[in-house]
């Protein structure tokens, strides 16, 4: 056999074996994927979404196995059955979730960057969620009026509320988590996401279903 000819001998061994070592870690990845995605028949793919929740307001236990991460806005009707699903999520698995919530709000929702203003001034004085709820409850007529009148409501200290509504920190707060839904992929709200596992069907019977399926995983190991 010629010099040449060994060369192109050596390099075809060479490429072969690279070829064979790429084929091995992508089935490697693939099964170390399914080994980590519970069978879900909504789920939307098999990525591990790692989300920052730094900064997001959160409801339930603290060292839940179980951890749901929601974009939502506030001027999305389809986003207003969001608390009575978490609501009847936690009754149903008490102490197994911690659920935090996500601003995403829409170009064509006006009035959405200022509730989401106004939950987190109540989110400064503990009592986020009550007016969050208060806020997706009064989607059709949502203005300052109202976030003031349930502060007062809430027993609130005003003038409190009044400087964090206007603070400038909520701004950065948004962008950050439109910047994290992009990389996502987010296209569509609600969005909510099961222990990084991004869920296409956010209807209470079928997280329910998702919840209980990674619980019964978790519990098998």
Not at 26 to 55: G, M, Q
Request: contains cysteine.
């Amino acid at each position: 056999m010629g010099s040449f000819n060994k060369i192109i001998f050596i390099y075809s061994v060479i490429a072969s074996g690279l070829i064979c070592v790429l084929v091995w870690q992508n089935y490697v990845l693939k099964n170390f994927l399914k080994e980590k995605t519970p069978s879900i028949a909504s789920v939307v793919d098999e990525t591990l979404y790692d989300s920052n929740t730094n900064h997001s307001p959160y409801i339930g236990n603290e060292n839940a196995p179980i951890v749901i991460v929601c974009f939502s806005d506030y001027q999305c009707p389809a986003c207003s059955m969001g608390p009575d699903t978490i609501n009847r999520l936690m009754r149903d698995f008490p102490d197994q979730i911690r659920f935090y919530l996500k601003h995403l709000p829409l170009d064509t929702h006006k009035e959405s960057r200022s509730a989401i203003s106004a939950s987190m001034a109540a989110h400064m004085q503990g009592r986020f969620w009550d007016m969050h709820s208060a806020i997706m409850d009064s989607q059709s007529h949502l203005d300052e009026s109202l976030y003031f009148e349930t502060a007062g409501e809430l027993n609130l200290n005003l003038d409190l509320f009044e400087k964090d509504f206007n603070s400038e920190l909520w701004s950065d707060l948004i962008q950050s988590d439109i910047y994290e839904a992009g990389a996502f992929g987010v296209t569509e709200i609600p969005a909510y996401f099961v222990n990084g596992i991004r869920i296409s069907d956010s209807s209470y019977t079928n997280l329910k279903e998702t919840i209980g399926k990674i619980i019964e995983e978790l519990n098998s190991k």
